[in-house]
């Protein structure tokens, strides 16, 4: 038997998409460390296990790193390719340059063609003047 879903919440949403809407093939499922909210097809979980899902970081014991891409920490985040440093799943679909590889969306690559001139450019998606 499969975890069940939550019941919705109109104050919940994805983490990535920024949408609330579950749908029966895609619902949103909730770290059971941090709890980020994500849907299954943005971040990549095909099936929602039985037990504990963790999200990436919290997998690996890394609760809340820093996002490369940007100054807000926490979230629904990839390592990148090294495993070294992590980026939020939105910097880098919306940050030109990386991109997600792998089964699942497992990893970001393209860290290094991120041009440092957008370094002081405002962020359409939280407004702050950081990051790529």
């Given at each position: 038997?499969?975890?069940?879903?939550?019941?919705?919440?109109?104050?919940?949403?994805?983490?990535?998409?920024?949408?609330?809407?579950p749908e029966p093939d895609?619902?949103?499922?909730?770290?059971?460390?941090?709890?980020?909210?994500?849907?299954?097809?943005?971040?990549?979980?095909?099936?929602?296990?039985?037990?504990?899902?963790?999200?990436?970081?919290?997998?690996?014991?890394?609760?809340?790193?820093?996002?490369?891409?940007?100054?807000?920490?926490?979230?629904?985040?990839?390592?990148?390719?090294?495993?070294?440093?992590?980026?939020?799943?939105?910097?880098?679909?919306?940050?030109?340059?990386?991109?997600?590889?792998?089964?699942?969306?497992?990893?970001?690559?393209?860290?290094?063609?991120?041009?440092?001139?957008?370094?002081?450019?405002?962020?359409?998606?939280?407004?702050?003047?950081?990051?790529?």
């Amino acid at each position: 038997m499969e975890k069940e879903a939550l019941a919705y919440d109109e104050r919940t949403v994805c983490d990535i998409c920024r949408r609330p809407e579950p749908e029966p093939d895609n619902q949103i499922v909730f770290c059971d460390v941090c709890n980020v909210g994500v849907h299954q097809t943005c971040y990549g979980v095909e099936h929602i296990p039985r037990g504990l899902w963790l999200c990436q970081p919290c997998s690996v014991g890394r609760v809340k790193p820093a996002c490369v891409l940007c100054p807000n920490r926490g979230g629904a985040m990839r390592c990148s390719s090294s495993m070294q440093r992590w980026v939020h799943v939105s910097c880098a679909l919306w940050v030109p340059g990386p991109f997600l590889v792998g089964k699942g969306h497992h990893f970001v690559c393209g860290l290094s063609s991120v041009p440092i001139a957008n370094r002081s450019l405002r962020c359409g998606f939280c407004g702050i003047c950081a990051g790529a």
